[in-house]
Nanobody, 122 residues
Framework: QVQLRESGGGWVQAGDSLRLSCEIS??????LGWFRQAPGKDREFLGS????????IYADSVKGRFTISRDAVYNDFYLHMNNLKPEDTAVYYC?????????????????WGQGTQVTVSS
């Protein structure tokens, strides 16, 4: 069973940057995605990257501020977040898809982490 674990969340001030990491328990060729869920809201797709790191796609809400990368040697991948805003406050999740299509729907992802909290104060 593939396991994913997020880290790097915390409390920051508006305008700060933060990098979230997602560690995956085995070598893989999965497509990888980041999502978030704020209290009382649906889970929101942020972006994803294919297995060879040759293609990325982002939600309009974070395009230009958030970037996804993956480590070519290890199994980790990252969400780099810049110019954070209070509305970015949420639990952030990483996910892996055995078949990557670039679609934003959460049901295309087979494996999920437990989430890491990001809180942005104004």
């Amino acid at each position: 069973q593939v396991q994913l674990r997020e880290s790097g969340g915390g409390w920051v001030q508006a305008g700060d940057s933060l990098r979230l990491s997602c560690e995956i328990s085995e070598r893989h060729n999965y497509g990888l995605g980041w999502f978030r869920q704020a209290p009382g809201k649906d889970r929101e797709f942020l972006g994803s990257i294919n297995s060879r790191a040759t293609y990325t796609i982002y939600a309009d809400s974070v395009k230009g501020r958030f970037t996804i990368s993956r480590d070519a040697v290890y199994n980790d991948f990252y969400l780099h977040m810049n110019n954070l805003k209070p509305e970015d406050t949420a639990v952030y999740y990483c996910a892996a898809a055995t078949y990557y299509s670039g679609r934003p729907e959460s049901d295309v992802y087979n494996y999920w982490g437990q989430g890491t909290q990001v809180t942005v104060s104004s």
